[in-house]
């Protein structure tokens, strides 16, 4: 198949470096309250728009709905990198008293349950400087952190590349202690020639016979958005219907919880605000049965949030819309789009079939005992085989 990448390339991920400013580099780590003024809102969406890697969970429409509705109490830390007053570069940082349950104190960028990449906003130009910068600080900030930890980081782009290039430069122990590869979009072909060549026949025969079968009960139709008409109350059908199913009888859909529905409806409205939201919907008689959220950020994009109705579950109504979704190959700014699925997603990935590689790092910070005592702590973890050593 004729794709983009096998492997999602670095080169999706480059943008353009516009010069950056002059002069000494201020990095802070500050309470995210003091980013809730018009201004510092304005600086980061400008540094969002200059980013070496696009992350939209990192853009201030979509961050700062998360604090206030996950973090009221500011244990949160805004880390921020300033070149002559000019932001350059953040990323959100927690002290956490456990890793991955074990009672191992570190100190790591921040993930909550809906945020499904950990890279920084960094300008491009200026990754080097802000991993140096992050890492001098953690060093003269560790307090009781045995490491630094950066989760859900994107392998063998510009922000990667660059952190390997500093911790070599520093002679600092890093260690990427877990790799996983989930599915993206990122083709040469056309939608219509991209389902063919994803799909076998007999599943597009299948998918054919789904979509007679469900136009036979009623009036199917399909709309993709990019504007905010009627948001609102799309945003509560989204909501209604993602909680109408397993998610809602297991608790982990967005309106079980006050506070993620909260960010939800705050993000989308951000989003759109800034022209970052698409909507796709499939309706039956006017009633939607699968819905869609993608965060359009160029050259890429973000397949953020789907539901369907289970009713019509044998009809496959998700699969359907994945289907009008392939139209992203087509869109003059979009190069890839990010599933933001977990590892071997059971629908997903047999769609989408290029692949692009997400991993959790963990460096050495602070004094030669701290260091030494991550040296062992990192061995321990990786086994035998610590080819994740650097």
């Known amino acids: 198949m004729a794709s983009k990448a096998d492997v999602l390339s670095p080169d999706l991920n480059r943008v353009e470096a516009a010069p950056l400013a002059q002069g000494p580099a201020v990095a802070r780590a500050s309470a995210w309250s003091e980013f809730e003024t018009a201004e510092a809102r304005a600086q980061w969406d400008a540094l969002a728009k200059r980013a070496a890697e696009p992350n939209p969970f990192h853009d201030v429409w979509y961050l700062l709905p998360a604090l206030r509705a996950l973090d009221p109490s500011g244990t949160v830390r805004l880390f921020t990198l300033r070149a002559q007053g000019e932001l350059i570069g953040l990323l959100p940082l927690r002290r956490e008293p456990r890793y991955y349950g074990r009672p191992i104190p570190q100190l790591g960028n921040w993930i909550h349950g809906n945020c499904f990449l950990g890279a920084p906003l960094v300008a491009a130009g200026a990754e080097q400087a802000f991993w140096r910068a992050l890492l001098d600080w953690a060093d003269a900030n560790a307090n009781r952190a045995l490491f630094l930890h950066i989760a859900q980081l994107p392998l063998g782009g510009p922000l990667h590349t660059a952190l390997q290039a500093v911790l070599a430069e520093q002679g600092r122990l890093g ?10 979009l990122a083709s040469e072909l056309s939608p219509a020639a991209y389902f063919e060549d994803s799909l076998s026949g007999k599943k597009r025969k299948e998918l054919r016979r789904q979509h007679a079968r469900l136009s036979e009960l009623g009036t199917l139709t399909f709309e993709r958005q990019t504007d905010d008409a009627d948001l609102r109350d799309w945003t509560e059908r989204f909501l209604a219907l993602e909680h109408s199913g397993w998610k809602g009888s297991a608790g982990s859909a967005l309106a079980s919880h006050q506070a993620t529905a909260a960010l939800f409806r705050e993000a989308l409205a951000g989003a759109a605000q800034r022209g970052r939201l698409e909507r796709l919907t499939l309706s039956l008689d006017g009633e939607p049965i699968a819905m869609l959220v993608q965060f359009l950020t160029p050259p890429g994009a973000f397949s953020y949030k789907t539901a369907f109705d289970e009713r019509f579950a044998r009809f496959s109504p998700g699969v359907l819309l994945q289907r009008e979704n392939l139209a992203l190959l087509d869109h003059p700014q979009v190069e890839w789009c990010d599933s933001c ?35 062992q702590l990192v061995r321990l973890e990786l086994g035998r085989h610590p080819a994740g050593l650097s």
């Open 341 to 375: 699925a977990a590892a071997d997603h059971p629908m997903i990935d047999h769609i989408w079939r290029e692949r692009r590689e997400i991993g959790r790092l963990s460096i050495a910070i602070g004094g030669r005992v701290r260091r030494a005592l991550f040296r």
């Open 175 to 184: 260690a990427l202690v877990h790799r996983e590869e989930r599915a993206v």
